[in-house]
Nanobody
Framework: QVQLVESGGGLVQTGGSLRLSCAASGRTFSGYAMGWFRQAPGKERDIVARISWNGDSTDYVDSVKGRFTISRDNAKNTAYLQMNSLKPDDTAVYYC?????????????????WGQGTQVTVSA
């Protein structure tokens, strides 16, 4: 059974940092693009960042560029999202997702696997 398990969420003040982890089990994800999505209350789930299977390509939504960094360690079957300079607008449930194929094929409607989500709350 394939599982993606997120961890690292929590409550942080504006300007603080958090590092999210997404541990994959049940198969190797070295051939999969992986990404982070987030969903705030009353809003749709949107992509935040994604990374190619070998880590050579990354892509970010404009609102997090320069503040968030996505990375992965295929030996550990784990993806990460380092979040710095956090703002209240970053408050959301953050989800990890994976799709076999190119980075550009990973979107909310095309992910093969999803994690259960981890809450990130940024206080003003």
């Amino acid at each position: 059974q394939v599982q993606l398990v997120e961890s690292g969420g929590g409550l942080v003040q504006t300007g603080g940092s958090l590092r999210l982890s997404c541990a994959a089990s049940g198969r190797t994800f070295s051939g999969y693009a992986m990404g982070w999505f987030r969903q705030a209350p009353g809003k749709e789930r949107d992509i935040v960042a994604r990374i190619s299977w070998n880590g050579d390509s990354t892509d970010y939504v404009d609102s997090v560029k320069g503040r968030f960094t996505i990375s992965r360690d295929n030996a550990k079957n784990t993806a990460y999202l380092q979040m710095n300079s956090l703002k209240p607008d970053d408050t959301a449930v953050y989800y990890c997702a994976a799709r076999r194929g190119s980075i550009w094929s990973l979107r909310g409607s095309t992910a093969d696997y999803w994690g259960q989500g981890t809450q990130v709350t940024v206080s003003a």
